[in-house]
């Protein structure tokens, strides 16, 4: 429990490279350009960061949220893992944003004058492999089979497939970092392997040279976090199935070669020595 507790730690005062790179403004603003084009008269200057931390994170999805003018925009990238899950977790992260609105502008909404209100706008960056890859997803259609209900969510997907743009560039970066992994495992090697290749190929190339001792730290302590959070899953697997040896063999019923059997997180002479402690227990 305490090596869980020091991973959870550890997340919360670590970025990820998709928070770092996009929790700069001269970033930030390069992706607000990608999803509207048309407006070329914003400045780094009018975007606020409205990022609500911890609320979603997970090793799995990276959240951003940041307004701007009259328009509230939440990113959340998602990786291999896929699930339509995802469009819930947006809708409690604008739930949250706009609570966090409402108790920054003091506005109360028990007045009878009709409060403002940001215009939402929810993207998913999907940087994994996908066949099938709609253009939006929403709530409506995902969990109550297409009929009208009285909460409507409707989020737009990016995949980066518009060529030089910075999405394009952060998903390129990190189909370079899967491939580099595969073949060097979770070590400093794939990290600069990917930073070298990336920045031959003129991705994110800027920002690695500028951040890349960052880059290194942040990517090494996410290889740590995982193997905390793999060996925490596999005490927990053995914890329990030592339960279920204990209880199997104290009910007389089973040998301990039919334990074994049953039990594939522990070796027979886990359950023998189980067996013995018993035995001497009275």
Request: hydrophobic share 35%.
């Amino acid at each position: 429990m305490e090596e869980m507790e020091e991973c959870i730690a550890k997340r919360r005062i670590k970025d990820s490279i998709f928070t770092n790179l996009f929790g700069e403004k001269k970033y930030l603003i390069q992706l607000y350009r990608t999803i509207h084009p048309e407006d070329i008269r914003t400045t780094e200057s009018e975007l606020t960061d409205i990022t609500i931390k911890n609320i979603l994170t997970d090793g799995l999805y990276n959240d951003l949220g940041f307004r701007v003018g009259n328009k509230v925009v939440i990113l959340v990238e998602a990786q291999s893992t896929w699930t339509m899950n995802i469009i819930v977790r947006i809708l409690m992260y604008l739930v949250q944003t706009y609570h966090n609105y409402f108790e920054h502008e003091k506005m109360d909404l028990y007045s009878s004058k009709k409060i403002q209100l940001p215009k939402p706008e929810l993207y998913v960056i999907y940087t994994g492999e996908r066949t099938a890859r709609p253009d939006i997803i929403s709530l409506s259609e995902e969990f109550f089979d297409g009929q009208v209900s009285a909460v409507e969510v409707k989020v737009k997907m990016l995949y980066g497939e518009k060529g030089n743009d910075i999405i394009s560039q952060y998903v390129s970066f990190t189909k370079v970092y899967n491939e580099q992994l595969k073949q060097y495992g979770r070590t400093r090697k794939a990290v600069m392997e990917t930073i070298r290749i990336c920045k031959n190929k003129n991705v994110l190339k800027e920002y690695l040279e500028a951040r890349e001792k960052e880059v290194v730290t942040i990517m090494m302590a996410l290889f740590d976090e995982e193997q905390v959070m793999r060996n925490y899953v596999a005490r927990k697997e053995k914890e329990t199935a030592r339960e279920t040896a204990i209880k199997m063999l104290r009910s007389g019923k089973f040998s301990v070669e039919e334990v074994a059997e049953y039990i594939t997180k522990l070796s027979i002479d886990d359950i023998r020595e189980i067996e013995a402690d018993l035995i001497n227990c009275g």
